[in-house]
């Protein structure tokens, strides 16, 4: 069905051009294919989220600064329809213009605004045309809010940007989308070198997640004083954490907390995280922050600090209920 609406929007190419302060054509090879990985490691990326199977073919540069192609073809031709490699196509160039805390799909509109009406269409072609353009904007609005949130599409977009803010020679950047015969479907667009630090993540550190009502299992305790890990269990597999709960390290150094076997405390646990340079999410530490109950004789024992918190959500979830 698909393919019945794309007979004009064959989008497979993306043209990435290269602008210099001088007149050579040359780029420092290890700057240029440190870029181009990004540039297949994002496309990789989204092809994959779009459930699409890939092959990249990288065509000879050009003058004029220093332009290449990337070609975005399908493993199978048979089984997959123009119109999801154009959608892959397209949706690499809007990651490539929009830099963080930016809207991708206010760089989608812009991107669709610089689509090429061939000289010589039909009144009906033209019509198509834009029919087209509706329905790739329908596509790339489902992915968007994904691809917006992905640290793998952040961190690579970003590792491709500090290549280029570190090499001078560089002035500009500008990305436009082709067919199969290099005929433009979009204008180019310019990224110019006092915007790079714009799509550069400025720290590997994710927001940490922070999680209530957690069961952690006590292994090893720590009952004096001093910045040492306790070890527990969580989700079934071990971790070191900090015991940031000053109610129940004073039940645990007062000596009214007493710990056995399989002793297991409520917590409100924060996970702290942070991105390498693959955009992949690594866990760097668990920190309990406060803890709500614990069992004592096989029965809960409900903390200070868990009821208020408790109480806190009480009346939280009563102002909300007064605009349902």
Known sequence: MM????????AKKLEL???????????????????ERELLEITKAIASLCGVSIKLETEPSARGGLKTWLTINAKSEKKTSPAKITL???????????????????SAEKLFDRFVISEGWSEDEQKQFRSEIN???????????????????KKRRSNFYQQLKKYQKVKSVSISVE????????????IMRDAFVSFVVVSGVLAPEVLENVPIEIISPVLGQGNFKWKGK???????????????????????MEFKNG?????????????????????TGYTIISVAT?????????????KQHRQKQKESKRQLDLFA
């Open 3 to 10: 393919d019945t609406h794309y007979a004009l929007i064959k």
């Open 17 to 35: 051009h290269y602008w210099f302060g001088d007149k050579s054509h040359t780029m420092d090879a290890l700057v240029y294919n440190k870029c």
């Open 88 to 106: 892959v196509t397209t949706l690499v160039a809007v990651v490539m213009v929009t830099p963080m805390n930016a809207s991708m799909g206010r």
């Open 135 to 153: 329905l790739l904007k329908e596509l790339l609005s489902e992915k968007i809010e994904v691809l917006e949130k992905s640290a793998v599409i």
């Open 179 to 190: 067919d199969a015969s290099r005929k433009n479907i979009s204008e180019e667009q310019f």
């Open 234 to 256: 969580y989700l079934d597999s071990p971790i070191s954490f900090t015991m940031k709960s000053d109610e129940f390290m004073q039940l645990v150094q007062s000596g009214k």
């Open 263 to 283: 002793t297991t405390i409520n917590c409100t646990l924060q996970i702290d995280k942070k991105m390498s340079s693959e955009g992949i999410e690594k866990i």
């Open 294 to 306: 614990y069992f004592e004789n096989g029965k809960a024992v409900e903390t200070i600090e868990g």
